[in-house]
């Protein structure tokens, strides 16, 4: 049974060096067209398996940037939302953000269909790091918006942070940390910069004109993020992301706890019913199959147990309470040690991980290595 609800919009009114979502360029896209769809695709999903819909807990709506949407489209989309998504019991209902997008007309549409937190991609405060990546907003943006959403009632705000980034010095890390500390949040999140294929970035890098921060460099901004967070009272609960008492992300929880999800949109991810599902990502072939009836799948894939397994370890080891025997067996029916007992023990014998009665979590230094860590657990089968 799906706890939560993913849906995608996949419009930007600018392109970020660093992208790799599926996500088009705004104008001349067919977007009334494409959140009709969405409302067909909703339709279609919850009549086919209205059991699957019971007991929806959370809503996130991603991008692309579906703030790039007019203030009458999020009152469509939402209006769609609360049509087909049983709301009765979600707590937690997500947008993403712009933050020169976010006029106060959209932020109060978003309030008032339900909406009660915000994502934020702020990415840096330094003016011209944001210009190599591709983001057009100012801090003064920022600023604002954060000002207006809380005025306007959001109480939960979270921003994304990225550092890694081409020429970023230690200087620039600490102060745009700094910058967005002071905003007083309860939420941050904070990535180092992936070059993905078929990106700008990757093409720059490609041809050597992309100067990235050496991994030592990278692995001290690290070291910092999570210094400040403490000193500022966040809780590091995954490896990228932090918060006050009370703020984690519900969605995010649903991913890395490996439970179900119904995923909406072009391009977008699904796990019901023990199968992986993704849609067509190009917009003209995700709607015309909505329009014709069908659900726009275009890939399935029934998970098997020897790969739950896998997914529950990798995933679960990135919360920073890892994962737990108790959850583990009731959902594997075997406990950890049974696949996992020579790995366990090595990564605890490198300082990686402990391990004790309650689970099986990441220590401090294996924060650092987390995806050496992950892909220890890939079974060979
Ligand atoms: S990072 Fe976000 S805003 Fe930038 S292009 Fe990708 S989806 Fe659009």
Known sequence: MARGVYIHIPFCHQICNYC????????????DEYIEALGK??????????????????????GGTPTA????????????IHTYIPMNSVTEFTSEANPDELSAEKLQV???????????????????????????????HVYKT????????????????????????????????????VLDLPHFSAYSLIVEPKTIFYNQYAKGKLLLPTEDLEADMYDVLMQQMELHGLQQYEISNFAKPGYHSEHNKIYWDNDEYAGFGAGAHG???GVRYSNHGPLKKYMETVLAGELPIV????????????????????????????IYEEKLKTPIVAHYDSVLKELVSKGLLEHDDIGVRLTRKGRFVGNEVFQQFLLEE
Do not use: C
């Not at 695709?41 to 991603?62: C, D, S, V, Y």
């Not at 190599?132 to 801090?139: A, P």
């Not at 894939?301 to 890892?322: N, P, Y």
């Open 41 to 62: 695709e909703m339709a279609l999903a919850t009549q086919k398996n209205p059991e699957g819909f019971r007991h929806i807990e959370t809503i996130f709506l991603g």
């Open 271 to 273: 796990y019901l019913a």
């Open 110 to 140: 978003l309030f008032d269909g339900g909406v009660n937190r915000l994502s934020m991609g702020v990415q840096s405060f330094n003016q011209e790091l944001l210009q190599k990546i591709g983001r057009t907003h100012s801090n003064e």
């Open 20 to 31: 790799d979502f599926n996500k088009f360029y705004f104008k001349n896209q067919p977007v």
């Open 146 to 181: 954060t000002a207006l959403a809380k005025k306007i009632g959001f109480q939960n705000i979270s921003i994304d942070l990225m550092y890694g980034l081409p020429g970023q010095t230690m200087a620039q890390w600490k102060d745009s940390l700094e910058k967005a500390l």
């Open 299 to 326: 890939h399935e894939h029934e998970v098997s147990q020897a790969e739950k397994r896998e997914e529950q370890m990798f995933l679960g080891l990135r919360k920073t309470d890892g994962v737990k025997h108790r």
């Open 69 to 80: 949407l007019s203030p009458q489209q999020l009152d469509k989309l939402l209006t769609l």
